[in-house]
């Protein structure tokens, strides 16, 4: 049977409609829809993914959030205990240092007690340390001079009495003023140095100190950059500090650590006076 050429023209665009159909470039209403809902099938996968993600994501910070809270209150919790026991050991060392016969090794070792509560209490950045505070040991001269003018080592002169005020500022900033009184042997009334300055906390047990301004027992500004001169820096370690005991120490001058400890003085203008080396602290203050 013959196909006439319009029969043969029919087949031949059918056999070509059905290739370019496999090939994906015909697309029929069908094929059209199906690929629409394809699209729109992996378009909410995606949404829905994207969604879980996000409410994972919020999830898990919100638990990170929850535990870095919880692992700070316990940071308290531990820091709060730990300054209820050296609170106790440090009365313990005002009393030693109290005693008419000093025990020397048994002061080291409260001091080393407290000292291995330094990291937990953070001591060089306390509030605690903005009081008036008054010298009640040192191990020996040398300690003394690592915060004082070191004048008391000059023949016939002795330390008489020693104080330290920080207050002002910050947590880890704060002002300075260190008043010694000296005494010399014979008919003479005490002398009062003055160095006055700033300190600041470098780290969680260390104060750097630098002393601006120094007023002798004259009252003549005798040393300090007012002055011309240098200004002098000193670093010691807070051992520690609490209500009413501050523990310094520093290696500056020995090979062994040198110890200061102070107690909180309640009426530095009355003992001052006392001393019958009274002043005007705020006059202390101005001249920094």
Not at 17 to 29: A, E, H, N
Not at 261 to 280: C, I, T
Request: charged share 30%.
């Amino acid at each position: 049977m013959r196909c006439t050429w319009l029969q043969a023209t029919c087949i031949s665009l059918g056999v070509l409609r059905i290739s370019l159909l496999s090939k994906g470039f015909i697309v029929t209403g069908t094929s059209r829809l199906m690929r629409h809902r394809a699209s729109a099938i992996s378009e909410q996968r995606d949404r829905c993914a994207t969604l879980t993600m996000g409410a994972a994501g919020k999830k898990r910070k919100k638990m990170e959030k929850d535990a870095l809270k919880y692992a700070n209150g316990i940071n308290k919790n531990v820091a709060r205990e730990t300054q209820k026991e050296a609170d106790v050991i440090a009365e313990r060392l005002l009393k030693t240092c109290a005693e008419p016969k000093r025990d020397l090794t048994k002061i080291a070792a409260e001091i080393a007690e407290l000292r291995s509560r330094t990291s937990a209490l953070k001591p060089a950045q306390s509030y605690e340390l903005g009081k008036d505070w008054r010298l009640v040991f040192a191990s020996d001269d040398d300690a003394i001079s690592v915060v004082g003018t070191g004048l008391h080592k000059l023949p016939l002169t002795r330390m008489q009495d020693f104080f330290m005020t920080l207050e002002g500022g910050s947590n880890t900033a704060r002002n300075i003023v260190t008043i010694e009184v000296l005494r010399v042997i014979g008919p003479f009334p005490n002398l009062r140095n003055t160095l006055s300055g700033d300190c600041k906390s470098t780290g969680a047990d260390s104060l750097n100190i630098r002393y601006t301004s120094m007023i002798d027992g004259t009252g003549k500004e005798t040393g300090g950059s007012q002055t011309g001169e240098q200004d002098r820096v000193v670093e010691v370690d807070v051992a520690f500090v609490g209500q009413g005991v501050l523990v310094l120490e520093s290696s500056a001058k020995s090979k062994k650590p040198l110890s200061l400890v102070f107690a909180k003085e309640p009426d530095l203008e009355g003992e001052l006076a006392k001393l019958r080396v009274a002043g005007d602290k705020k006059d202390d203050k101005k001249k920094k």
